[in-house]
């Protein structure tokens, strides 16, 4: 079975603290993404990776970086952390495919509920 | 531009009906689509995965995809209570890299 570890479920943290949330997943992907998910906005999704090193803007970067340096660890990095930083983060991965719609398929981790005062 | 649409809900069903979960998509260049389930509190997990038209099926869960009307659904058989969840649609194009995830349908199954 695919496992993605989160490393915290839940977390406080207080405005202007650094933050770092650490994703690991077991299972050889290439591919590594990093989501935020609130209430009636949905998923959304913060920034992806396709191999060490490398990184790609998602759709809300904004206050965000990530850092890849392992094949099975990306991490997300908050630099100051703010209240309208408070969310579901979630972690995903997925192998890399040239084709074939298994390949696309993501598979999550737990979750770290984020709390900034 | 890349769309899914999905009814937020409450789907309110019966035990043992069938919940029939609906959704949209406006990148006509789409070829994978997912259907993922979310407990409340909990993260998604993937229930099915069709990039064929027509249907597909696995034990209770049946997924339809229209590819021309660019619709896709989710039928679940024989509704239980433990179905009650948030069931996320994702649509993979050849155009962008990475799903887009609609906001979900939260469906309720009554005993």
């Known amino acids: 079975d695919v496992k993605v570890t989160q490393s915290s479920r839940y977390l406080v943290k207080r405005t202007g603290e650094k933050v770092f949330l650490e994703c690991v997943q077991d299972?050889?992907?290439?591919?590594m993404f990093w989501y935020r998910q609130d209430p009636g906005l949905g998923l959304r999704l913060i920034y992806f990776?396709?191999?060490?090193?490398?990184?790609e803007k998602g759709d809300i970067p904004e206050g965000y970086s990530v850092s890849r340096e392992k094949k099975e660890r990306f991490s997300l990095i908050l630099e100051s952390a703010s209240t309208n930083q408070t969310s579901m983060y979630l972690c995903?991965?997925?192998?890399?495919?040239?084709?074939?719609?298994?390949?696309?398929?993501?598979?999550f981790g737990p979750g770290t509920r984020l709390t900034v005062l | 531009q890349k769309e899914v649409e999905q009814n937020s809900g409450p789907l309110s069903v019966p035990e043992g009906a069938i919940a029939s979960l609906n959704c949209t998509y406006s990148?006509?260049?789409?070829?994978?689509f997912f259907w993922y389930r979310q407990y409340s509190g909990k993260s998604p997990e993937l229930i099915m995965f069709?990039?064929?038209?027509g249907d597909k099926e696995d034990g209770r869960f049946t997924a339809q995809l229209n590819k021309a009307s660019q619709y896709v659904s989710l039928l679940i058989r024989d509704s239980q209570p433990s179905d009650s969840a948030t069931y996320l649609c994702?649509?993979?194009?050849?155009?962008?890299?990475?799903?887009?995830f609609g906001k979900g349908t939260m469906l309720l199954v009554s005993p």
């Open positions: 299972m050889d992907h290439e591919n």
């Open positions: 990148d006509r260049g789409s070829q994978s």
């Open positions: 994702a649509v993979k194009s050849v155009r962008y890299s990475t799903l887009t």
């Open positions: 995903a991965s997925s192998p890399r495919g040239l084709a074939g719609v298994v390949k696309d398929t993501q598979y």
């Open positions: 990776s396709y191999d060490v090193k490398m990184k």
């Open positions: 069709i990039y064929s038209n």
